[in-house]
Each structure stands twice: as structure tokens, then as C-alpha cells.
């Protein structure tokens, strides 16, 4: 894995680990895209991803019961918010703001009611639920592994919702999270060898250097090495899963350097600038030690997810960010994030493979930050969102493959430690007698 090593081990893991290989796109960093010109008030804007977060929140807050959810048009750049109700007050209100406004027939309170039915009557291992504002209905996906008696009660628990209400897809893979045996940064455990993702370096509430990965890395292990068979250099402070899925890991050496940046490959970075908020239909990147840098769309907000756990039961995690950018096992924990820097989330977990595609679901990395008293890099605050999602044609072509072979060569030696013999099949990570027992741990 990636790192600078300094003297006296003022080391900082590098956040996202190896770089790409055969990754998608090449992320170039890039200066804010000027808005095209100058609108009047009652045509809808063209906006940049991030700004169109910050302008959905700002309604969100002036709408109140009539604003039912929004999303990002990447190929108009627009905005696009929904309405409810009859007061034209409201629409004009919207439209005047700079967005494209629709009516729709859900409000956010019963697609709320909606969710809170599934969670009642329907949480089932290998299920999940979002909200989709593009169809203004709760998508409801079930894994390869909901069949039988499971499949009719979540069929039924949707026909009662309605048509109009929610929809219910397939999904071909098994929803798992994303933890291996292997590389990247490593924990031994008894039962074996653990591997994650880094996500974001950040500062500590007690200013020491400290980084955030997920949540289900954190309870199954202590201890974490930037190596395979090397030290631990870093310590579990914070750890919640389920529930939420996010750890806060503390660097041994106080005087660690931990700088915020994401290594892309190709010798490329992206400086993190700040924290931001996903948005429905924006484009986001994703880094991780299994299967490099990929890229795709967020599609839903506020998911619920229901993994398969260790002991048979169900691990619920809420609140999670939902994209179709794959991710495999030991990617867990890795950086989610915009092309001009906004920290958008840590993977979770999902179901598919980087082959095949799949749904990936991501712990958004401001309520890591409020939940842990963390901040970005070195003090910087957490809180703006200071990303942009970028363009279809901001992106670069292919990896180069010489370097994308020479990444597959570094890793051969961590990828044949037989660590992955530790697995559990039912999870997809290891098998750790903390995961899944420890809940929320705080050494």
C-alpha cells in the first residue's frame, strides 16, 4: 500500500491504499467549473453538484411539508426539487430559487410512513430501502439470498404499500460488507487476518491524528498495520455497527503525519477540502484496496440496509447513501468522494462485484465526523460541503495499464497469504470474534 514513511514512524497510511487496476476512469483534479452565465429568477440554474446540495438543504428548510425530496440532473446541471400540495406560493417560491420544480403525489412524511412499515414488517436479511426522488417512491431491493417464505412476506409488505408508493427489485448478487482477509490496512484477529480500507486521515476531538474507515472493521479488530505483517500503528478509538457503520481509529505515533488527500494512482491525488453532502444523481468517485478507483452515480439518500449477521440474525445499518459504483470485499471502509474533493462517505458494504455491478452502500461522512467530534485533515473543519460531483466529460479515460499490472504485481504477495481462507462466506469478511458481538466500541 501506498504510504510516506518518514523517520520515527511519522508515517500516514495512504487514504484509499493501492492504486487503481484497470479502474474505470483517471481522476484528474480540476478547478470549480465557472456557472453558466446568468439566469433570471424564475429559470431553473445551471449548478454544480455541490451547489446543488447546498441549494436543496436551503429549500428543504424554506418548503417544509411541501418539499418531498430532489436530485441532480448531471446531464442539464440542474436541480430538480419536488413539490406537494396546492400552494403556488411554494412552487413560485422553488422556481425562483433557480430549480426545475415538479409536483408530485408522495409527500416526505408518508414516504417516510412508508419506511417505517418495511422496517416493521419486513426486515429481512439481504433487503434494503431508499427513497428515489426521480420516481418519488420507496425502492425496495431484495438479494439473491431473499427467497421462499422471506420473498412473499417482502412482496406482500409492498403490494400493501402500493404501486404508487414503492416498488420492488431483484438484485442478482448478496448484500454483504466489504471487510477480507488480506491487504490494504490489516488487523490479526483469532480468526485470521483482517482487511479494510482507510477512508479520510482527520484530526481527532483531542487533536491527534486519527483516520475514519468503517464501523464493522472497527468492532471486528483493535488494532490496525499498514502493512501485512508488520506493527500496528494505529488504534480503535470509536467503532459503532450496526446501527451505523463508522470508526474513528487513532494513529500510535502523536507525531504521524496525516495528510487529507485521497491517492488515486498514476501518482495522482485529490486534496480533500471539506466535507459534502451526497446528492441524488451526482457523480462521485471511489477508492479502495481491493479494486482501485471507480466511479458512478449516487441513487438514493437515508437507505436502510439489512446484512446477514455472523450470528444468523440481521445487522440493520440506517441513514446510508446508495450508488451503483461496485466495491468487493476488502474495500470496506474506503473513501467515497467528488472530483474536486468533497468527502462524501466510507463503504459499507452492498451486494455485486466490479465484474458484474452491483448496489454499494456508504456511511456519509459528515454524520461520521458529528458522531466521532472529528475533523478533516489537520483541523480543518468538516461541515461545508466543498465538493463538486463533476461531469461525464470532466472524466479521463483508462487507467494505464502498465501501471494498473505493476499495482496487480505489488499486491500478488498479500493476495496469496491465504488470508482470504478466513473468510466467512456468509458476510464476505473475516470472521473475527469481535464483528457483529462488540456493537459500539469505545477502548
Known amino acids: 500500500m501506498s504510504h510516506k514513511r518518514i523517520p520515527k514512524r511519522k508515517a500516514a497510511i495512504a487514504v484509499g491504499g493501492v492504486v487503481a487496476l484497470g479502474a474505470a476512469a483517471v481522476l484528474l483534479p ?42 441532480y440532473d448531471s446531464g442539464e446541471r440542474r436541480l430538480v426539487v419536488n413539490v406537494t400540495g396546492d400552494d403556488a406560493g411554494m412552487v413560485l417560491r422553488a422556481k425562483k430559487a433557480g430549480v426545475t420544480v415538479r409536483q408530485v403525489g408522495n409527500s416526505t412524511a408518508a414516504l417516510k410512513s412508508a419506511a417505517r412499515t418495511l422496517k416493521a414488517d419486513a426486515t429481512i436479511p439481504g433487503t434494503s430501502w431508499s427513497v428515489d426522488p426521480r420516481t418519488n417512491k420507496v425502492v425496495v ?116 503525519q496525516a495528510p487529507s488527500a485521497v491517492d488515486v494512482g ?7 477540502t471539506g466535507a459534502a453532502e451526497a446528492t441524488v ?24 440496509v439489512n446484512f446477514q449477521s455472523e450470528t444468523g440474525g440481521v445487522d440493520t445499518v440506517t441513514g446510508l447513501i446508495q450508488t451503483n459504483v461496485c466495491a468487493e470485499p476488502g474495500d470496506s471502509g474506503g473513501p467515497l468522494f467528488t472530483q474536486d474533493g468533497g468527502a462524501v462517505g466510507l463503504t459499507s458494504g452492498g451486494s455485486g462485484d466490479c465484474t458484474r455491478g452491483g448496489e454499494t452502500f456508504f456511511q456519509p461522512v459528515t454524520t461520521a465526523l458529528q458522531a466521532t467530534g472529528a475533523t478533516l485533515g489537520a483541523g480543518g473543519g468538516g461541515g461545508d460541503a466543498a465538493g463538486d460531483a463533476g461531469d461525464a466529460s470532466d472524466q479521463q479515460p483508462g487507467a494505464d495499464q502498465s501501471d494498473a499490472d505493476q499495482s496487480d504485481a505489488d499486491q500478488s504477495g498479500a493476495d ?28
Open 266 to 272: 498514476n501518482g495522482q491525488s485529490v486534496e480533500i
Open 416 to 443: 496469496q497469504s491465504g488470508a482470504g481462507d478466513q473468510q466467512s462466506g456468509a458476510g464476505g469478511h473475516n470472521s473475527g470474534p469481535a464483528y457483529g458481538s462488540g456493537r459500539t466500541r469505545t477502548p
Open 141 to 256: 431491493t431484495a438479494d439473491s439470498t431473499v427467497t421462499g417464505a422471506n420473498w412473499n412476506r417482502l412482496q406482500s409488505t409492498v403490494r400493501v404499500l402500493g404501486s404508487g408508493m414503492a416498488t420492488l427489485k431483484k438484485s442478482a448478487g448478496t448484500f454483504k460488507t466489504f471487510a477480507s482477509g488480506g491487504d490494504a490496512i490489516f488487523s490479526r484477529t483469532q480468526g485470521g487476518t483482517v482487511r479494510c480500507s482507510l477512508g479520510f486521515n482527520v484530526t481527532a476531538g483531542d487533536g491527534s491524528p486519527a483516520f475514519l474507515t468503517a464501523g464493522h472493521c472497527g468492532v471486528a479488530a483493535e488494532q490496525w498495520s499498514d502493512s501485512q505483517n508488520g506493527a500496528p500503528v494505529a488504534t480503535v478509538d470509536q467503532a459503532t455497527f450496526p446501527g451505523s457503520d463508522l470508526a474513528l481509529v487513532t494513529y500510535d505515533d502523536p507525531d504521524t
Open 30 to 71: 480540476n478547478a470549480n467549473a465557472s456557472q453558466d452565465g446568468a439566469a433570471d429568477d424564475a429559470t431553473p440554474r445551471t449548478l454544480r453538484a455541490a451547489d446543488a446540495s447546498g441549494l436543496s438543504a436551503r429549500l428543504a428548510a424554506e418548503l417544509g411539508d411541501s418539499f418531498a425530496g430532489s436530485y
Open 281 to 304: 444523481g451526482a457523480t462521485v468517485f471511489r477508492m479502495g484496496s481491493t479494486t482501485g478507483l471507480h466511479n458512478g452515480t449516487v441513487t438514493g439518500l437515508d437507505a436502510t
